[in-house]
Every structure is written in C-alpha cells, then in structure tokens.
C-alpha cells in the first residue's frame, strides 16, 4: 500500500502549480472529490457523511473561484482529493491516529483526507460532540494549500473549538484562499436594488431594500454591510424569483414615481410585471395585461433584445441600452424621448480620455447603498457622474463616466459554485 | 449492562474507541512539540524504548528501527549535547506553541500549556522542520544497504 501511494504521490505532484501569490495550489479550478468506500464513519450515515462532505466544499466554493464535484465513478486516478474515515493504522497512511482525543484528523498535501473514526463526529448542529462539518472544512484548506492560522475565529486554527451557531467562513480566511487562488470575477445578467414594502412592528410601513446579482439562472443576495454576499448563495432563480425564466434575465427596471410603482423584467424580446408585494410575477396585472409580452407592446420604439436598462428618477426615462446605442424612453409621454437614440459615448461621456466600455454593456444598476449609478461590462464597472460630483467639480460631463474600477474589489465574493452544488 | 444515556448508545462507543495518550510530562510534551514541528523531533534510542511501552504493533517504527540498523546514523549517548540545550530547545519550543497558541509565555510546561496540548486538535503540523517525520518510503529504500542490495 505505501508503494502503491509513492506510485500515486509522482503522478499527482504533477497536479499542482504555483497560485497567484507563488505558493504551491491546484492549477486547475474543477476539483474532484470522493468519500472513499472502505473509510466510511461508523458513527454517521453514509448519506449523512457524503452530505457534510459536499457542504463543506461548497462552502469553500462560496469563497473562492474553485469549484467542487462529487465523483463515484471515475477511475481513482482522476479524483483530486479522497477522504476516509479510519482509526489507529489506516488507509495505507504512515501517520497512526492516537485514538479518541487529541488529533481528530491529517490531510495530506497531494489531496487525501483522513478522519480518526475513534473520535465522536456529529452533524451539524448537533449538541455534542466534533463537528465533522467544521473539521471537514479546516482540512479541506489544507488540501487546497493554506496553513494553519492563528487568529480567533479563522477556520484554520489547529485546536477544534466547539462549533457556533453560525459558523461561516470570515473575511480573513476568504482572503488567505483567495491570495492562493484569485477573487471571484465574471460577467452578471443584470445587478438591482430590488425595493419592497414591510411593515414595522408598530404597524407602520417601512420600505426596505436588497441588493441583487444575477448570472444566468443564478442570483446572489449581496448584503452591503458586510461586504459579502448571503451565506448559502446563490441560489437558483427559479427558487427566488418565481415565474422569471430559468436561464436569467438581461434588465431589471423599477419605475417609482408619485403616480407609479412598477418592477419589470426583461428578457430577449419580452418583458415581464413583477408583483412586489406577492413576490412573483403578474399572469396578469391590474389593468388587464398578460405577461409575458412583447417589449415593443409595452415600449412604443424600443425593440427588443436589449443588453440592459435602468430607470432615471431625475427625468423620468428609463434609458435602454443596445449594442452602441441608448434609448431613453420617457414613462410620462410613454415614448422615445427626443435626440435618441444616442450613441452611448455621447450620452455618457468618459471623464478621463478613452476610459469607456463603448457599447454591449451588461448591466446598468442604481444603488441606494451608493447613491449612485454604475455600468458595468465584463469584469469592469464605471461610475456616472451624480448631480452631486458636478456640484463639487463643476467641470465634469453630465452623466459622464468616472475611470473604471474592478468589480471583485468593490462588491466582494460573489462566487459561482459547481452546478451539481446548487442544490445539495 | 454499561449505562448510556442516548437512544443510538453513541456515548458508549466512546468508551470503547482506543484513548489516545494525554500529555502529563516533558516528555510527552516533547513528542507532541516535534510532532507538530516545533522541534526536531525526539531522538530514536529514547524513542524506541517509550513507545515499547506504548505500542507493541506499531509497524511504522518497526520500519525505522530496520532503517537505523541499515545505516543511518544515531548519535551515541556519549554524545548527546549537554542537558542545558535540550532544556533551551525545549523551552524555546515552549514559547512558541504558547505564542501561537495565545497563552502566557512562559516556556515552562504549565497547566494552561498541558491543558492546551491536550484540546483535539489537527494532525497537520503546525510548522515545517527540515528532516522532521520525513519518513516516505522513497527516503527508506535510498540508505546504503539498498545500494549494497
């Protein structure tokens, strides 16, 4: 078995590659990973295992642009970490567990994790006992290449600490496995404060709102605050968003007004209501308009499909973006505005020389956390330039373009996981 | 009938796993602080006779006591440093496993340090040392006696 493992341990070395930061990591982003057959736990189902397991990289998943996939069946050559359960000598390993106390588990530094069985592993939240969740994910970051750290509340501490209430990954070990690995970056459909109305507990009506990303059938709360996205996200769309199509969205426009109130949605050449106050789409709204419908019915000279929108509370337009060009469409004349369509270097102009993303943008978001509007495009986002930036510096453009800034370094971790994670 | 409490009998089960050793003295201090690479580890003579009486099965150390008496080298008693260095690299360990382990430094193996060592903890060293517990099987088969063969 040991030679067996030498043999294993040259092939694997070729695995590895140096990561961002020039420590040794997986040079690739797709990981699998097994629960060996002849190391399973005595003291916990085999689903209940397989289920922590699959918790426990997903989690890592959330914080990091890894991705991790449960596979039984292919050849064990092809499977990047294995994990078992053992006691005393086990699994062909050279380092022996010293029975229950003390050490509760190794990980080996080319993928093997091993568990010593003679320790109480419990499920998650369960009173007593070793969390085999918690335990799962500290030696996981071994295998992905982090160290032992030694700050309160990191994962990676080498003492077990009875588990939390909430016990979730922190900002400090987010970014010890993201300085191995690169922040999360990508494309969104659409990015927008959805507005909804609450009623306090005195009864009065209090207007929240919550901060949504979307990447094809995906959707990630983002919570400003904290600087991270929901624990447990995404979350497929159809889940969150009832009745939108599965595959995603291109824009969301919120038409708020004295007189109006509206959420759409829009999506190739359709578009539809969103019912804010039952949380899913109209079949039909109030003043008898089925949906899905065309985008032409309900924009008079806006075709669709569109790359993006947003709704301008100064002039009342929602200004379409397509290709090079922006339409702004006045809600009040319920028509294009007059001088559109533009071309969107023109009708946002950049500050700062070439900084533009000229056309195709993905995504145009009002943030109430920001006071501000962004475009984003690819990786990139630029700010527009707000009446109180003109106030300030007189000479800068109307709804110009501020330089470009990356996405992953001011909205934090907002991370895909494997699609065989989405739901656990 | 052993008395359990939990409908599974899995506060039993506890009972019957193996316990593993806990950490009362120097020594076993000493064999944890190189196991977890905070010194080099215990030397073999001493070690050999501790875990005669610790684990009679224990192939692993079979298998170094093969590779000793094919060649490798172990220091005589006559030459052991003297016992001022020892105590200095053990202290020195001392301090740092409290340093890491935000405990008073003290270099001495006090309450707070045993009570600490013997929390469950990850096998995986909490630092690196040159030739600490390097004992792949690769390093075993390129001692002298494998070239004789």
Redesign the interface.
């Known amino acids: 078995k040991?030679?067996l493992?030498?043999l294993v341990t040259k092939r694997r070395r070729h695995r590895r590659d140096l990561g961002e930061a020039g420590h040794v990591a997986f040079s690739k982003n797709v990981l699998r990973w097994r629960l060996m057959g002849e190391g399973y736990s005595?003291?916990l189902s085999i689903e209940e295992q397989r289920y922590i397991f699959r918790l426990a990289f997903r989690m890592w998943s959330e914080v990091s642009p890894l991705q991790f996939m449960e596979d039984n069946g292919s050849p064990l050559e092809d499977i990047d970490i294995r994990l078992g359960f053992g006691?005393?000598?086990h699994l062909g390993c050279?380092?022996?567990?010293?029975?229950?106390?003390?050490?509760?588990?190794?990980?080996w530094f080319l993928g093997d994790i091993h568990f010593d069985d003679?320790?109480?592993f419990t499920a998650p939240n369960t009173g007593s006992g070793?969390s085999l969740l918690k335990?799962a994910v500290?030696?996981i970051g071994?295998v992905l290449g982090l160290?032992?750290i030694?700050r309160?509340g990191s994962i990676m501490q080498?003492?077990?600490l009875p588990q939390e209430a909430a016990f979730e990954m922190g900002w400090m070990d987010r970014k010890a496995i993201q300085n191995l690995y690169g922040a999360c970056k990508g494309r969104f459909s659409t990015v927008f404060d959805w507005i909804r109305r609450e009623r306090s507990p005195y009864g009065q009506v209090v207007v929240r709102f919550n901060t949504y990303f979307m990447r094809e059938g995906w959707y990630w709360l983002y919570e400003n605050r904290n600087n991270r996205t929901r624990y447990g996200d995404p979350v497929p769309l159809r889940i969150g968003w009832r009745g939108l199509p599965a595959d995603g969205v291109d824009a969301y426009v919120h038409v708020w007004s004295l007189k109006r109130d509206d959420v759409y949605f829009f999506k190739g050449t359709q578009f539809w209501k969103y019912d804010s106050d039952n949380d899913k789409v109209f079949g039909q709204d109030p003043e008898g308009h089925r949906y899905p419908r065309k985008i032409s019915e309900g924009f008079p000279g806006i075709s669709g499909p569109i790359d993006t929108a947003v709704y301008d509370r100064r002039d009342s337009c929602i200004y379409f973006f397509k290709n090079t060009l922006v339409y702004a469409f006045s809600v009040e004349s319920n028509g294009v505005a007059p001088g559109f369509p533009k071309a969107i270097q023109k009708a946002f102009p950049p500050v700062s020389g070439g900084d533009h993303p000229g056309g195709n943008i993905d995504v145009a978001y009002f943030s109430y956390a920001h006071n501000a509007v962004f475009l984003f495009k690819g990786r990139r986002f630029w700010q527009v330039v707000s009446g109180r930036d003109r106030r300030r510096r007189p000479f800068l453009p109307r709804n110009g373009l501020l330089p470009h800034k990356e996405v992953d370094r001011h909205w934090f971790d907002i991370c895909d996981v494997h699609p065989t994670a989405l739901t656990l | 009938e052993k008395l359990f409490h939990h409908r599974d009998h899995s506060d039993l089960q506890m009972f019957n796993a193996q316990q593993a050793q806990t950490i009362t003295d120097e020594y076993t201090a000493e064999l944890f602080l190189s196991r977890y690479g905070f010194m080099k580890p215990v030397r073999w003579e001493e070690t050999r006779d501790r875990y005669e009486d610790l684990d009679d099965n224990n192939d692993f150390l079979d298998d170094l006591q093969a590779s000793i008496q094919e060649g490798t080298s172990v220091p005589h008693f006559r030459d052991r440093p003297p016992p001022e260095g020892e105590n200095q690299a053990l202290t020195a360990a001392l301090k740092d496993f409290q340093r890491l382990s935000g405990l008073p430094v003290t270099g001495a193996f006090d309450d707070a340090t045993r009570e600490a060592m013997n929390k469950p903890r990850c096998g995986v060293p909490d630092k690196e040392m040159d030739s600490s517990r390097d004992y792949h099987l690769a390093k075993m088969q390129s001692g002298p006696a494998v070239t004789r063969r």
């Open positions: 040991r030679h493992a030498a005595n003291q006691t005393g000598r050279n380092q022996r567990f010293d029975g229950s106390g003390q050490e509760f588990a190794h990980a003679d320790e109480h070793i335990v500290h030696e071994h160290p032992h030694y309160p080498p003492s077990y």
